[in-house]
C-alpha cells in the first residue's frame, strides 16, 4: 500500500519568506510526528498528533514553526518568516496506534533551503 | 548529558566483519527502545525494537541494560548492503501510556567495504 508521502520534496526559499509543508500519513494510521534533521544531525521531534487530542507542540523551536492537522488525515507544517537556520530536512512519521511502540513510518521528506 | 548518546563513527569494516554499535540514554523512565536505519539522504526506516531480554533477527542482536541505561547492536557477517547510518531511538512516555516524543541518537555511520 501507499506509504508516507511528502511535497513539496525539495524547496528553496528567500529569507523571511513563509512556507508551508504537506504531509499525507498512511491511510489508517492515527499518529502523526514532524521532525526535522540538520545536516550531520539527529533528528529533533517537532510536533505529534494522536486522533482528536490536542496536538504535542512541546519540540517546536519558535512561535514561528505551527502545524495543523485536518480530519485526523493530512498535516500542514507552516514556518514564518524563514530563517537560514531553518534550512534541514523536514521528515513526517505516522503510527497506527497511540503505542509508541507501534513503528513510525516516515516519509521522504521535504529538504528546505532558506537563503 | 544528551538524552540518547552515540558514537559518530564512522565505522570501517570489510564485508564479512562483525560489527557493534553502542548507545547510552539519560532517563531512567524510558520503556521503549529501538534501532532504525537511515541511509544516505533517505529516510529512518525500523530496523527492530530492542526488549529486555534480547532479541536476534537474523544477523542482527540487539540487547538492552536497563542497570545502565544501555543498549547494544550487533551485526554479523557484515554485508556491503549494511552501510548506512544506526540511530538508536529511546521513548520517554510514561509506564503504561503513550507518549509521542520519540528521542533519536545522531546515529553511528557504518561503511562496510569490500
Known amino acids: 500500500g501507499a506509504g508516507v508521502s511528502q511535497s513539496p520534496s525539495n524547496k528553496v526559499t528567500e529569507k523571511g519568506k513563509d512556507v508551508e509543508l504537506r504531509c499525507d500519513p498512511i491511510?489508517?494510521?492515527?499518529?502523526l510526528y514532524w521532525y526535522r534533521q540538520s545536516l550531520g544531525q539527529g533528528l529533533e521531534f517537532l510536533i505529534y498528533?494522536?486522533?482528536?487530542?490536542?496536538?504535542?507542540k512541546s519540540g517546536l523551536p519558535s512561535d514561528r514553526f505551527s502545524a495543523e492537522r485536518t480530519g485526523g488525515s493530512v498535516s500542514t507544517l507552516t514556518i514564518q518568516r524563514t530563517q537560514q537556520e531553518d534550512s534541514a530536512v523536514y521528515l513526517c512519521?505516522?503510527?497506527?496506534?497511540?503505542?509508541?511502540?507501534?513503528?513510525?513510518?516516515f516519509g521522504p521528506g521535504t529538504r528546505l533551503l532558506v537563503l | 548529558r544528551k538524552e540518547v548518546e552515540q558514537d559518530p563513527g564512522p565505522f570501517n569494516v570489510p564485508e564479512g566483519a562483525t560489527v557493534a554499535f553502542n548507545c547510552t540514554y539519560s532517563?531512567?523512565?524510558?520503556?521503549?527502545f529501538f534501532w532504525y536505519r537511515q541511509d544516505c539522504r533517505k529516510e529512518p526506516k525500523l530496523l527492530m525494537s530492542?526488549?529486555?531480554s534480547g532479541n536476534e533477527d537474523g544477523r542482527f542482536t540487539a540487547q538492552l541494560n536497563r542497570a545502565s541505561q544501555y543498549i547494544s547492536l550487533l551485526i554479523r557477517d557484515s554485508k556491503l548492503s549494511d552501510s548506512a547510518t544506526y540511530l538508536c531511538?529511546?521513548?520517554?512516555?510514561?509506564?503504561?501510556?503513550?507518549?509521542?516524543?520519540?528521542?533519536f541518537g545522531k546515529g553511528t555511520k557504518l561503511s562496510v567495504k569490500p
Open positions: 530492542v526488549y529486555s
Open positions: 498528533f494522536q486522533g482528536n487530542s490536542a496536538p504535542d
Open positions: 532517563n531512567s523512565a524510558s520503556q521503549s
Open positions: 531511538v529511546v521513548n520517554h512516555g510514561n509506564y503504561g501510556g503513550s507518549q509521542g516524543n520519540l528521542i
Open positions: 512519521a505516522s503510527s497506527s496506534d497511540s503505542e509508541i511502540q507501534e513503528t513510525q513510518y
Open positions: 491511510s489508517g494510521h492515527t499518529a
